[in-house]
């Protein structure tokens, strides 16, 4: 499959620790960013979303946080397993007739 | 229900040749996206088409690359020729709803062309 890490930022966690993921988004007038998660070989997963009108939503195991102040959305993810090896990477959406703009992606390794 | 489905897999090609990628969206999701993603680096959007209109190709990278979606349904994306740089990943995803309207994107796990 593809060799999702290369050139990618890492972070590397035991199995059970709990992860946070950070990203960068480029316009603060974006109404809409969502979390994906890509294992190799395989296409985009959602994972979780949330609208510029919130700055925390939580989901199973996972929680995205929102600062529009500085542009930044985080994704946490509790009790952390190898199954949750993968690249992750956050993406905006500007408004309604804009599609998603990704992020660079940061490879989370999980050590058993 | 079959999710989006992409063909081939992987396709190695020499520079010059041409290569065709195809994916079939989920049924009745109008909305089908292209984008790739090069060796290490972020996803770029590519194009979109509602039904068999492109709605927006402001991602394609030059004259090289050719979508179409006859008939609304599946849609190919064609390079050529192909070039080194255009190595990578491509990904289709579809949507029932417009990805801004907050429609939720279907990936397919991707076409990876590697160009010699």
């Known amino acids: 499959g593809e060799s999702v890490g290369l050139h990618l930022p890492t972070l590397s966690v035991q199995e059970g620790d709990n992860s946070i993921i950070n990203c960068a988004y480029s316009?603060?007038?974006?109404?809409?960013f969502i979390w994906y998660k890509q294992e190799s070989g395989k296409g985009p997963q959602f994972i979780i979303d949330i609208r510029s009108n919130m700055d925390k939503r939580q989901g199973q195991r996972v929680t995205v946080l929102l600062n529009k102040t500085v542009k930044h959305l985080s994704l946490q993810i509790a009790a952390t397993q190898p199954g949750d090896s993968a690249v992750y990477f956050c993406a905006e959406i500007r408004n309604r007739y804009s599609t998603l703009t990704f992020g660079k992606g940061t490879m989370l390794l999980v050590s058993p | 229900e079959a999710g989006v489905t992409q063909f081939p897999s992987h396709s190695v090609i020499e520079k010059g040749q041409t290569v065709t990628l195809r994916c079939d969206p989920i049924s009745g999701h109008d909305n089908l996206y292209w984008y790739r993603r090069v060796m290490g680096k972020e996803i770029k959007f590519l194009l979109h088409f509602v039904k068999e209109s492109k709605q927006d190709e402001s991602g394609m990278p030059n004259n090289r690359f050719l979508a179409e979606r006859t008939g609304g349904t599946y849609s190919t994306l064609k390079v050529q020729p192909a070039e080194l740089e255009d190595s990578g990943v491509y990904f289709c995803a579809s949507s029932f709803g417009l990805a801004g309207g907050i429609g939720e994107l279907f990936f397919g796990e991707g076409s990876r062309l590697t160009v010699l």
């Open positions: 316009n603060s007038a974006s109404d809409y």
